[in-house]
């Protein structure tokens, strides 16, 4: 009888947990958001204006209740972004939901990539608040077993079921092939914006570069200002991270990004964020970066570069030597060259100098883009000011830089 009791008790939350139901359906968190991201290719290949009149229509037939509609065109990234409100009902008592969504569809060179997130539901049903609010958290509980009405199912599998037929709707609409593609990679860039303007300004303009390549390429460009993303949970989903004018803040930061780097991460860094002297007491970075900052010219100016490989991925399309736009440029010391391990790619032709009216460089070698062989890195010194994407060969370069970290292009 003991036994039994015992056998009884050891069974019993076994059992219970048994009976936490299924959920009925399934949808896609990123990082605790719910988001559809899916990219097609399509036999019909529009222009921008084609794709944003065209879109407009689809809004229209797609969305009739009030609130539904098409609200930015975004050139910039060939995107059309808007609101669309539909109804799902849940019973025969006639309980329904209003369903709010944002949609985006943005033309790529790989195709078109649609992107539903920043969803919200607002129940239709006496005895509690009618209001809008962010379906995760009502998914985040049902997933997990814990329904908050005897609805939950016929909500989310009628949620999954409109996103189905929305899909399908756009598939026919743009032509789009049934075959999503995924992102060749994904990128996480961090910056500050409450360092120097100039540093800002750079900042603004990488983005600005980098997301405008990423919708052409097909590969995703995240960026953050917040550096406690910096930490490995977060890391886990990218291939690729960036540092725009600006490095890790504290000690676990910095372990991060060594683990990152010596477990195959891939880097690229502009300007600042190589600077390290006396005060920065990191080693690991002493090395990885093979220098330590000596000596800058002010204010920015263009200068003359030597391209010491032009048969790396990232510098292929350079000529011997080609005129940099304005930046500010560091001196080293140790001299990344005496390293090794970091393969010099650019380097300050002496012609250059004297270079600086307030801080003059006069003379030294002094590298400008390199790599170390023994990570997936490239630093980069340029970064200061507004003019830096002003020459399309060296912006070749940083695209080009760009998919050899994320994809290993040759
Ligand atoms: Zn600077």
Known sequence: MFYKSLLLCLLLPLASMAQTPAPKAVLPLVRGKIVYDSTYTSTAILTDAQLFSKAGQWFKSEFKYPGSGVMRVDKESHSVTGTGIFKIPVSSSGHYYWMRINLT????TAGYRFIVDKIFEQPVEPGISNEYSKLEYRWWDYRKGKHWSAEDDALFT?????????RKSLQNAF???AQAQQPKFKALAFYSTIVEPDHVDFARDC???????AADRNFVFDTTTNWKKLNPANLKDYQVVVWINDFPQDEAQRKTFEDFME?????????VSGYND?????PWIVQFLGATFHNNNWPPLPAKLIVDDNTHPATKSLPKNYVAPITEWYGWKPNPRDNKDIKVLLTMDPANYPLGKKDVIRGGDIPVVWTNTRY???????GHGDAVFN????NKMFSDAMLWLGTGAK
Do not use: C, E
Not at 158 to 163: Q, R, T
Not at 263 to 271: L, P, S
Not at 278 to 282: A, I, S
Not at 376 to 382: A, C, P, V
């Open 391 to 394: 020459s399309p060969l060296q």
């Open 207 to 213: 983005i600005s570069f980098y997301t405008k390549m």
């Open 105 to 108: 569809l943005q033309h790529t």
């Open 175 to 177: 032509a789009l092939s």
């Open 278 to 282: 006396g005060t920065t007491k990191w």
């Open 376 to 382: 997936r890195m490239i630093y980069l010194n340029m």
């Open 263 to 271: 477990n195959g991460g891939a880097w690229m860094g502009y300007h």
């Open 158 to 166: 009628g949620f999954v079921d409109a996103l189905g037929k929305m």
